[in-house]
């Protein structure tokens, strides 16, 4: 049967690669405008929900549509972060060749643990994921030749693009935030082609049911593997723009906290579903700043928030966001229909 540990949405395999391109574009329009009109402080906030994103869309990946629950997100988040920095402090390689080989660090990383972790079920498997992430924290603590321990590494280079004298260099809000809402676009486009493809199909089949798709040929193990690293891979990109954003990277980016980021990302955006991890990192990175007002009870509320969206919105925020754009796109329908000369 299926490893799937939590009461996701079961999707009609006709539905997999349904897009509302008229509320993507307005969100694209509205995304691309946003520096024209925002303040450092929430452009700042943005580029922390595009960041976030990444690591959430791997997340969603084998969570909504391969049914495994990982808790190691966090862990090759800051793989990719430690990862971003060293090549780019000690090699002074261009960001871009950081970020692609940060993505594909995480993912041999995630080779070796997915083997053995993957032989497990529903919650030995989830407790493998957690065991990582304890390790991971040990091991960037002590290993202080390359992490420098607790003091972390400082000063990682802004993005660089380029080679030599001619390289331009990223300095201010807006250039981050365009730069990373170029590359989050990128990801999303390749996610969405990944679960539109036959492999997207296999992935939902084994969430669905692993015996009956290991009857029908899927090889589940090897699906379950590659998706393993996938999400990955997701999670290191996604730790490489955090590490040139913050320009500091230290053994904070391997605690629980941001494993349980993501992890609430994709639960309150709705998981299994296209949009679902691109509305919860939005929705959850603004709330969090938003609290900052009251720093002594931040945590408390957030708490709250999360426990009354569970209540209302037990499939996440997704659903809530299509039958909306649905229903608009219904009336804007109505009003253009013709009236028959009357």
Known sequence: MSSTTLDMPRMPISRLATVNWGASALALAALLAAPLFLGDYYLHAMILAMIFLL?????NLILGYTGMLSLAQGVFFGIGAYGSALLSIHFGTPFLVNFLAAGLLAGLVAL?????????????????????????????KNWVDLTRGDMGLSGVPRPKLGFGETAYIILRAPEYYYLILALALLVVFAFVALIKSPAGRCMIAIRDNETLAESLGIPTWTYKLIVFMLSAVFAGL?????AHFSTVVSP???????????LIIVLGGGVGRLPGAIIGSFVFVAVSEALRITPELRMVIYGFVLLGLVFVFPQGLAPLVQRLTGALARIGFKHGEPHDGH
């Open 55 to 59: 690591p959430a869309l791997g997340l």
């Open 238 to 242: 996604g730790g490489s723009l955090y």
């Open 112 to 140: 070796p643990l997915g083997i053995p972790a993957l032989r497990l079920r529903d919650t030995s498997f989830v407790m493998c994921t957690l065991g990582l992430v304890v390790i991971a924290q040990m091991v960037s």
């Open 252 to 262: 904070l980016v391997f605690q629980s906290y941001y494993s349980n980021t993501i």
